[in-house]
C-alpha cells in the first residue's frame, strides 16, 4: 500500500506546490470544473473496481509472487487517481460537496486498497521458494568401499563376481 500512499503524498505536494506558484487559491471557484473532476473520479471507479477485483483473483503457486507484486503496484497506482483530481481541486480552489465527495472518493480507495493488498500479500506468500538442491554424492566409490576387485587378504562371498 506504500504505492498508493506515495501517490497521494506526491498529489498533494504538486497541489501545494501549484497554488504557492499561483499566488494563493482564486477567489471564484468553478462548479463545473469541480463537479467535472467528481464525474472523472467517479466514472474511473468502476474500471478500477474492475481491475483491481480481477487482480485479487490471482492463483497461487509458481510465479505468483511476481505476480502478486505487480498486481499491488498496479493497484496502489491506480486506486490513487482519485487523489490527483483532489489535488487538481484543491489547487483550483475548489470548495464545498465535490471536494468532500474527492476526499470520500480518496478514502475509499485507500480502504478498498488495503483489502486487496491483503489479499496479494496472501498470494505473493502462498509461494514457496526454492531449496537449494543437495550436493550430488561423488562418482566413485564410498570410502572403505572396494571398487569391485577384492583387496589381497579379504574375504568374498559366494555370488560375488570374480575379477
Do not use: I
Request: aromatic letters at 6%; glycine letters at 12%.
Amino acid at each position: 500500500m506504500l504505492a498508493f500512499l506515495a501517490q497521494c503524498v506526491v498529489a498533494a505536494l504538486v497541489g501545494v506546490v501549484v497554488l504557492l506558484l499561483a499566488g494563493g487559491a482564486p477567489r471564484n471557484p468553478s462548479s463545473l470544473l469541480a463537479w467535472t473532476l467528481v464525474v472523472f473520479a467517479l466514472a474511473q471507479l468502476p474500471v478500477v473496481a474492475f481491475a483491481v477485483t480481477r487482480m485479487s483473483g490471482l492463483p497461487g503457486g509458481s510465479g505468483a509472487r511476481r505476480s502478486a507484486l505487480s498486481a499491488a503496484l498496479m493497484a496502489g497506482v491506480l486506486l490513487a487517481s482519485s487523489a490527483w483530481f483532489l489535488s487538481l481541486a484543491l489547487a483550483t480552489g475548489q470548495a464545498g460537496v465535490p471536494l468532500f465527495l474527492l476526499l470520500l472518493l480518496t478514502l475509499t480507495g485507500y480502504a478498498l486498497g488495503f483489502l486487496v493488498v491483503g489479499r496479494l500479500g496472501r498470494v505473493a506468500a502462498s509461494e514457496v521458494l526454492g531449496e537449494p538442491e543437495a550436493e550430488p554424492a561423488p562418482a566413485g566409490p564410498a570410502p572403505g568401499v572396494s571398487a569391485g576387485r577384492p583387496e589381497p587378504g579379504e574375504r568374498t562371498e559366494p555370488g560375488d563376481p570374480v575379477p
